[in-house]
């Protein structure tokens, strides 16, 4: 009788849940994972064109849920962090192909909030950003790749300008915000 259920239960999940592939042209694997009901499933993991692994991570009714991971196409550690419903939630932390941090910061529903710090390759600290429900609102600090502080621009109160620094020092661009949001 217990074997009878179990090939029932079996049969069913078999009819509900299958691997799902997807190719490059090239023929290298694309991403593989479970699809029931026509939406992803369980456990999935992405590659990179050169084969090695790109994303892995869960989903729920063809929405990312739970830990994520990414990769550098050389196989390096690139960012870690939460899904709920799809969207980016919870700390995320970010790392250069060296293994040192590139960033850490929180996201709220996919948007950035609280405090946001990123670092050059050598790790040593380049800005410090406040964010409140996905907008800018405060440049804390600015440094080249020696600790020196630089000038952050005129940014004040989510209006103004932004300066990008190499590690050298070298401004790179200067970007505009207003009402804490990105101007091209």
């Known amino acids: 009788m217990n074997k009878i259920i179990l090939l029932i239960i079996a049969c069913f999940s078999l009819t509900t849940c299958s691997l799902h592939k997807e190719f490059y042209e090239s023929g290298n694997l694309k991403a593989k994972g479970k699809i029931s009901d026509t939406l992803k499933n369980g456990k999935w993991k992405l590659f990179h064109k050169n084969g090695n692994l790109f994303q892995i991570g869960h989903y729920s009714n063809g929405n990312k849920t739970g830990e994520w991971k990414v990769y550098h196409e050389t196989g390096e550690l ?26 850490i910061g929180t996201l709220s529903y996919g948007k950035r909030i609280g405090t946001w710090k990123w670092y050059f390759k050598n790790g040593q600290l380049q800005t410090e950003r406040n964010w409140n429900n996905g907008k800018l609102i405060e440049i804390i600090s600015c440094y080249d790749g020696k600790g020196n502080e630089l000038d952050k621009g005129t940014f004040t109160e989510g209006n103004g300008t932004m300066k990008i620094y190499d590690i050298d020092g070298n401004l790179l661009n200067i970007e505009h915000y207003k009402n804490g949001q990105y101007i091209k």
Do not use: A, P, S
């Not at 419903?85 to 941090?101: A, M, R």
């Open 78 to 103: 690139r960012q870690i962090g939460q899904f709920l419903n799809n969207q980016q939630n919870g700390e995320w932390n970010f790392y250069h192909q060296n293994g040192n941090h590139q960033g």
